[in-house]
């Protein structure tokens, strides 16, 4: 029972996020880089504040590992907040599904599992639908969101595999203990990004027109007025403190506390919960409401239903039960 706890209070953070996430980009026209450095800084605040001891050689270990865990967090984060430049909430929900097949093939290429013969199935017919939900967008933004997609959910998969390592070598390390070293390279990290584009804007700011030609790049990235923008900044701040902190804190415990199937069942119904927060969030903001038609309902699920029939595969070997919970996030 706990452990189902914790599941669905990750999932439905997750699914919160997303919202939330888009609500900021839709409404206030936020920069996703700047948005993001500071979802990142403060929620390893957050995971700080929380921290329980950890030994010196454990604290070595997890920070080896886990500043790649943040540096593919971040990554994911950009490219994910990105796609809602495109599409919905709810779409990117079960486009990342993707992940799915994406994290059988690293599972094959780093740890040489092969799947279950029925699981194939289910990775068919998620890919099938991906590739139709793809194909069902318009074509101005067919490319940049099928792209942006398969870069947030490598991402993801590069950071599970981070989780399953640490968790393979430090197996007594607590919830609190894993919060207060991801706590600590997401605040180091956070900061250097916010500090890196303030010395960028700064440049800018600076040299304005003057700027050399051969430095014409810096251009696109935050200029002065984005790095000062209070919506930005209080909103990546709030989201971050709040509920990226919350997301990695219930990820974690629900790792320790349940089987990967229980998890997996409340992963699957993410994007239905996403639909509901989306359809909440327009009552406020006209513009957050997922305008979706039967036929995108149809190709969603799909895509679900590729998700279940993985999910629904015995695991009659010690093999297929660790695949099955290395494809958890």
């Not at 933004?141 to 070598?169: M, Y």
């Not at 200029?223 to 709040?242: D, K, R, W, Y």
């Amino acid at each position: 029972m706990k452990g189902a706890l914790f599941a669905l209070a990750t999932v439905l953070t997750w699914a919160l996020m997303g919202v939330v996430n888009r609500y900021c980009v839709s409404k206030y026209g936020i920069n996703v880089l700047v948005f993001t450095s500071f979802l990142i800084f403060s929620g390893g605040v957050a995971l700080l504040l929380i921290r329980e001891r950890v030994n010196p050689e454990n604290w070595k270990s997890g920070v080896h590992y886990s500043w790649l865990y943040t540096t593919m967090q971040m990554t994911k984060s950009f490219f994910m907040i990105s796609t809602y430049l495109y599409i919905t909430t709810t779409e990117t929900s079960l486009l990342i599904n993707i992940e799915v097949v994406l994290t059988y093939l690293m599972a094959y290429l780093f740890f040489k599992r092969v799947p279950h013969k029925r699981e194939y199935w289910g990775i068919a017919v998620i890919l099938i639908g991906f590739l139709l939900l793809i194909y069902s967008l318009p074509t101005a933004v067919r490319i940049p969101t099928a792209v942006l997609i398969l870069l947030a959910a490598t991402a993801s998969c590069i950071r599970s595999i981070v989780v399953e390592q640490t968790s393979r070598k430090s197996p007594e390390t607590t919830v609190r203990q894993k919060c207060g070293i991801s706590g600590y390279t997401m605040f180091v990290g956070g900061t250097v990004l916010i500090v890196f584009f303030f010395g960028i804007a700064g440049i800018t700011f600076l040299f304005g027109e003057s700027l050399p030609k051969l430095f014409f790049f810096l251009n696109y990235l935050p200029q002065m007025t984005e790095m000062l923008n209070p919506e930005t900044v209080i909103s990546g701040c709030l989201a971050g403190f709040f509920l990226n902190s919350a997301s990695v804190y219930w990820f974690y415990a629900a790792l320790k506390w349940t089987k990967s199937e229980t998890f997996m069942a409340f992963r699957v119904f993410q994007p239905i919960l996403t639909y509901t927060l989306e359809l909440l969030a327009a009552l406020f903001y006209a513009a957050m409401k997922p305008e979706l038609s039967t036929k995108d309902f149809f190709i969603g699920g799909i895509i679900l239903l590729g998700s279940v029939l993985i999910l629904i595969v015995p695991s009659k070997t010690t093999r297929s039960e660790i695949s099955k919970n290395f494809i958890t996030e």
